[in-house]
C-alpha cells in the first residue's frame, strides 16, 4: 500500500508545489501587525487543506493568531490504530531587508530547482510535506495509517504565547496522542539525512540605554554627556571575554557536558570546516575557545545581537550625539539552562555593566528552554525507518541549534516526547533573505511524511 | 541714522518673521537627494530677498547645489567704504526623528516666545537677521554703511565640497574684503553674548564590518561566526579607555594646550554644571578626566557615534545572526590636530581593533580644521560694540564645540580673519528635534546685525 501511496506522490508532485506555492504566498508575517489579517487568511489556508483531507478541522481563536485543530473522525483511520499528534506553524519571520531578495519573499519562485519564498522551509513548507502525504494517503487508500491530530500555530516565530492555553482546553484529545512529530528543523546535510534528539533554548530581550532627552549636536555636546551609543557599545563588548565565552556569572553553571558518545558520533559526521566558511562566505569560524564548531552551535550556549539601532541611519552623516542606543539579543542556551534564570542573570549583568550618565532598560522579548529526547523510543525507530524510505538512507542522529519551545512546553503539559524529523538543508537561508526549499527535499519530505505515519502505525501497535 | 534704523526694525518686527518663516518652510536638507529641488527653492528665495534689498545677486550652480553670491552696486555704499563679507548657509540638517518634533520642522511655528523649526537656529534664522537689518539700512538711508558681498552656499551641512571651486572664481572680488563675518554660533546664554574665537574642527567617517554573506538564523549557526554587530560593538568601546581618553596612537600629538587666560577666563563664566546636566535630561555630566565641562566642551578632542545600524530594528524580535553592522563616527577636533593625519590614525586604528573572522569597510564622511582667531583686531571691537548695541550687554569670549570648515578654508584662501557673532542659545537643539531660536535672540540679533555694519565701517575706516 505504500509504495502504491508513494507513486501517487510522484506523479502528484506538480499539483503539490502548485498548492503549496499558494500557502507561502500569504505573508503570515506574525510579528507585523500589518499583517495580522495575512496571518489569520494563512489559517483559513490549512483549515480548508486539512478538511479536503477529510480531517475534522477547526479555527481556534486566541487574543491575537488563531490555531488551526483538525482530527481524523472515526472513518479515516483503522480500529484502535495508534494516536499520533502532528505540530507545525503557519506563521513566518519579518521578510525584511527586502532588497536582499532576488525574488519577492511572498512571490514563491523555482529557480535551480529550489523554492524560493519566505516560509518554504520555515516551516510551511514542511508542513505541506505532510499535507501532501495525507493527501496521497487518502486517495489511494480512503484513510490514514493512523488516528491523527494536526495542530498549527500562528505564533511560533513570537513565542507562542497563546499556544498552550489552546493545548490546555483540548488536554484530553491531545494528551491521548502516544508521540508528537514535529517537521520543523533540518536534515545534516545534502543526502544525509537525520534525526534531531536536541535543542537549544533560547532567552531574549532588548536593550535600551537613554542618556540626554533629545538628540544633541555633537559639536556643541560631544565631550560633555556620555553617548549611548558608545556607551551601548562598551557594555555589549563587555558580555563576552576574549575567548568568546559569556561574562554572565553564573551563566555556564547549568550546562549539561556532553556525554562521550555524542563527542565521537559528532566526529564521525561529514563536516567539512573549509565548507562550512565559504558558504557563510566569512573568512575564517569563529567561537567560544575549546569547542569544535559543530559543539558550538550544537551544544554550547550564545549570545548574539540581533540588531542594533541609534541615532542617524539615513545617507550621509549627521552630527548628531543620539539619545538613546538599542540592541535586541538573544541567547541560545542548552540542557539544563532555564531561560528565566539567565534572563534574571542576564539583566542584573547588563545593569551592572551600564556605564554611569546614562539609564538602562531592559525588556524581555521571549524565552524557550533546550531539550533532550530519548534516541531509541519506538516512535525514533519509526522515524529513522520512514527516513530511509523516503530518502534512501540511513538517517544521522544530531542536534540543532535552533528553539523549538513547543517540544519542552508539550513534554511538560502533555507528557508527550518529540520527534523531530526535518526535510530541510543548513544552507536554507532560514529567518534570512532567499529562504529557499530544495525540491528535491520537499519530493523526499512528502514520502518520508507518507511512510512515517505507516511506520508509526506499525512500531506503536 | 543707527538710531532710526534701529526704530524701523522694532517696527517691523511682524514683517521680518512673516519673511523669515517663509525661508524656513522650504526643507532645504542638503543631504537627502529627495530634499534637492526644496534646497534649490531656498537658494532661490536668498536670490530674491537680495535683490530685494539692493544687491546684484546672482545663483551660482555647482556639481550639486547651488551658491547664492551678491555684491552691494556702488550705489548702496559710500564712496571707499570698507568691503565686508558675509557668509553663511541655507541648507539645514535632516529633520528625523520626525516623531519627536512637537510640531513639524518645517512648519515654522512660534509657541512660547521661540521660532520652532528645522534651520531656526542653524542657520536660515541667524543669516535672516543680516537680511532684516539691511532690509532696514536700505529703507532708512538709502544705502549700506559698508562695501559688502554676501556669499551662502547650500551645502555647510555635508562638507561644502564645492565652496572653495565657487570662492576661486570670485577670488578677486572676495579677497578684496577685510574682514568675514559668520552667524551660525551662540550666545554663551540667555543674556550673556558672546564672540567666539575658536571653534573645533570635525574628521568623520562610516565603519562597515561584514561577516556573513547573509543575515543567518541565529540558533542554526549562532556560535559558529562572528556576529559583526558583536564585533562592532567590541571594535567602538576600544575606541576610548576608562577615563573617556580616545585610544587612537598619535590622537592627542598636536592638541594645543589652554593658556592660563583662557583657563582664568573660562573659570568666570557664569556656568553650572547642574543646571546644564538637568537641562539635558542626564543622570550626571562625563567626559574625559581631567579637564572641566567647558575645556571638554571647547577644547578637547571627542569621538563620537552619531548613528549605529545592524540586523532587524523592527517591533518585536527576530532571531537573526546580522550580516552586516555599520556605526557613523565623528571625531571633534581642536587646534592644532590635523582632519587627515587623524583619519588617517583612525583608519589604521579601527584596522587594528577589528577582531577576526569579520572585515572592515571604512568610508570617509567629511573633515573641517579646527580654527583660533585672534580676540583683539579691529573687526572683533567692531563686533563686541555691535553685540553690546544688540544685547544691552557686552560680550565674554568664548570658543565653540562645534565646527566651521570655512573659517579655515577662508583664512588659507583669501587671508581673511573671521568674526563669529552668533545670536543662538545652547539650548536651541540644532540638529535635534524641536530646533528653535528665542525672539527675544531673533529681534536682538538684527539689532546686532545693523549695529555691526555701522561699526565696522568705524573700525575698518
Given at each position: 500500500m505504500l509504495d502504491a501511496v508513494l507513486l501517487w506522490i510522484k506523479r502528484n508532485e506538480k499539483n503539490s508545489l502548485a498548492d503549496v506555492k499558494t500557502w507561502l504566498a500569504i505573508p503570515s508575517v506574525s510579528t507585523q501587525p500589518d499583517h495580522d489579517q495575512d496571518t489569520r487568511a494563512a489559517a483559513e489556508w490549512a483549515v480548508l487543506n486539512l478538511r479536503t483531507i477529510g480531517l475534522d478541522t477547526q479555527l481556534i481563536e486566541t487574543p491575537r493568531h488563531p490555531c488551526v485543530l483538525a482530527t481524523t473522525p472515526p472513518a479515516l483511520h483503522p480500529p484502535g490504530a495508534p494516536h499520533v499528534l502532528l505540530y507545525g506553524h503557519y506563521d513566518v519571520q519579518p521578510a525584511e531587508p527586502l532588497d536582499q531578495w532576488v525574488s519577492p519573499p511572498f512571490t514563491p519562485t523555482v529557480r535551480d530547482g529550489k523554492l524560493f519564498a519566505r516560509g518554504a522551509c520555515d516551516d510551511k513548507g514542511q508542513v505541506h510535506c505532510h499535507l501532501a502525504a495525507l493527501l496521497a494517503w487518502r486517495q489511494i487508500n480512503g484513510q490514514l495509517p493512523c488516528r491523527l491530530t494536526v495542530l498549527l500555530e500562528g505564533e511560533e516565530e513570537i513565542g507562542s504565547s497563546n499556544l498552550m492555553a489552546v493545548v490546555q482546553a483540548h488536554r484530553d484529545l491531545l494528551a491521548s496522542a502516544r508521540t508528537l512529530i514535529i517537521s520543523d528543523v533540518n536534515q545534516f546535510a545534502p543526502g544525509v539525512p537525520a534525526l534531531v534528539y536536541g535543542l537549544r533554548g533560547l532567552a531574549g530581550a532588548e536593550l535600551r540605554l537613554r542618556g540626554p532627552n533629545t538628540d544633541l549636536h555633537s559639536g556643541m555636546y560631544g565631550g560633555t554627556v556620555r553617548n549611548p551609543a558608545n556607551a551601548l557599545a562598551t557594555l555589549i563588548a563587555g558580555l563576552h571575554d576574549k575567548n568568546g565565552h559569556i561574562t554572565i556569572p553564573g551563566f555556564y553553571d547549568d550546562v549539561r557536558p556532553l556525554t562521550a558518545l555524542e563527542l565521537e558520533q559528532w566526529a564521525a559526521l561529514p563536516f567539512s570546516e573549509t565548507d562550512y566558511a565559504r558558504e557563510l562566505g566569512v573568512p575564517e569560524l569563529w567561537g567560544e575557545a575549546g569547542f569544535s564548531t559543530l559543539a558550538r552551535k550544537w551544544a554550547r550556549p550564545t549570545l548574539d545581537v540581533n540588531g542594533l539601532t541609534s541615532g542617524y541611519q539615513g545617507p550621509g552623516g549627521k552630527t548628531v550625539l543620539p539619545a538613546v542606543a538599542s540592541a535586541k539579543i538573544t541567547m541560545r542556551l542548552v540542557p539544563d539552562q532555564n531561560p528565566q534564570k539567565i534572563l534574571d542573570l542576564f539583566a542584573a549583568h547588563v545593569q551592572r555593566l551600564t556605564p554611569s550618565g546614562v539609564t538602562l532598560e531592559v525588556e524581555r522579548h521571549g524565552e524557550s528552554p533546550p531539550a533532550l529526547t530519548p534516541m531509541d523510543s519506538p516512535a525514533m525507530t519509526a522515524a529513522a525507518e520512514a527516513l530511509e524510505i523516503g530518502f534512501g538512507k540511513r538517517p544521522v542522529f544530531m542536534r540543532e541549534?535552533?528553539?523549538?519551545?513547543v517540544v519542552s512546553w508539550f513534554k511538560d503539559a502533555l507528557g508527550l516526547d518529540t520527534v523531530m524529523v526535518g526535510f530541510g538543508l543548513p544552507d536554507d537561508h532560514i529567518h534570512a533573505p532567499n529562504e529557499k526549499l530544495d525540491l528535491d527535499c520537499y519530493c523526499n519530505g512528502i514520502r518520508t511524511a507518507a511512510a512515517l505515519y505507516e511506520r508509526l502505525a506499525h512500531h506503536l501497535a
Amino acid at each position: 500500500m505504500l509504495d502504491a501511496v508513494l507513486l501517487w506522490i510522484k506523479r502528484n508532485e506538480k499539483n503539490s508545489l502548485a498548492d503549496v506555492k499558494t500557502w507561502l504566498a500569504i505573508p503570515s508575517v506574525s510579528t507585523q501587525p500589518d499583517h495580522d489579517q495575512d496571518t489569520r487568511a494563512a489559517a483559513e489556508w490549512a483549515v480548508l487543506n486539512l478538511r479536503t483531507i477529510g480531517l475534522d478541522t477547526q479555527l481556534i481563536e486566541t487574543p491575537r493568531h488563531p490555531c488551526v485543530l483538525a482530527t481524523t473522525p472515526p472513518a479515516l483511520h483503522p480500529p484502535g490504530a495508534p494516536h499520533v499528534l502532528l505540530y507545525g506553524h503557519y506563521d513566518v519571520q519579518p521578510a525584511e531587508p527586502l532588497d536582499q531578495w532576488v525574488s519577492p519573499p511572498f512571490t514563491p519562485t523555482v529557480r535551480d530547482g529550489k523554492l524560493f519564498a519566505r516560509g518554504a522551509c520555515d516551516d510551511k513548507g514542511q508542513v505541506h510535506c505532510h499535507l501532501a502525504a495525507l493527501l496521497a494517503w487518502r486517495q489511494i487508500n480512503g484513510q490514514l495509517p493512523c488516528r491523527l491530530t494536526v495542530l498549527l500555530e500562528g505564533e511560533e516565530e513570537i513565542g507562542s504565547s497563546n499556544l498552550m492555553a489552546v493545548v490546555q482546553a483540548h488536554r484530553d484529545l491531545l494528551a491521548s496522542a502516544r508521540t508528537l512529530i514535529i517537521s520543523d528543523v533540518n536534515q545534516f546535510a545534502p543526502g544525509v539525512p537525520a534525526l534531531v534528539y536536541g535543542l537549544r533554548g533560547l532567552a531574549g530581550a532588548e536593550l535600551r540605554l537613554r542618556g540626554p532627552n533629545t538628540d544633541l549636536h555633537s559639536g556643541m555636546y560631544g565631550g560633555t554627556v556620555r553617548n549611548p551609543a558608545n556607551a551601548l557599545a562598551t557594555l555589549i563588548a563587555g558580555l563576552h571575554d576574549k575567548n568568546g565565552h559569556i561574562t554572565i556569572p553564573g551563566f555556564y553553571d547549568d550546562v549539561r557536558p556532553l556525554t562521550a558518545l555524542e563527542l565521537e558520533q559528532w566526529a564521525a559526521l561529514p563536516f567539512s570546516e573549509t565548507d562550512y566558511a565559504r558558504e557563510l562566505g566569512v573568512p575564517e569560524l569563529w567561537g567560544e575557545a575549546g569547542f569544535s564548531t559543530l559543539a558550538r552551535k550544537w551544544a554550547r550556549p550564545t549570545l548574539d545581537v540581533n540588531g542594533l539601532t541609534s541615532g542617524y541611519q539615513g545617507p550621509g552623516g549627521k552630527t548628531v550625539l543620539p539619545a538613546v542606543a538599542s540592541a535586541k539579543i538573544t541567547m541560545r542556551l542548552v540542557p539544563d539552562q532555564n531561560p528565566q534564570k539567565i534572563l534574571d542573570l542576564f539583566a542584573a549583568h547588563v545593569q551592572r555593566l551600564t556605564p554611569s550618565g546614562v539609564t538602562l532598560e531592559v525588556e524581555r522579548h521571549g524565552e524557550s528552554p533546550p531539550a533532550l529526547t530519548p534516541m531509541d523510543s519506538p516512535a525514533m525507530t519509526a522515524a529513522a525507518e520512514a527516513l530511509e524510505i523516503g530518502f534512501g538512507k540511513r538517517p544521522v542522529f544530531m542536534r540543532e541549534g535552533g528553539s523549538i519551545p513547543v517540544v519542552s512546553w508539550f513534554k511538560d503539559a502533555l507528557g508527550l516526547d518529540t520527534v523531530m524529523v526535518g526535510f530541510g538543508l543548513p544552507d536554507d537561508h532560514i529567518h534570512a533573505p532567499n529562504e529557499k526549499l530544495d525540491l528535491d527535499c520537499y519530493c523526499n519530505g512528502i514520502r518520508t511524511a507518507a511512510a512515517l505515519y505507516e511506520r508509526l502505525a506499525h512500531h506503536l501497535a
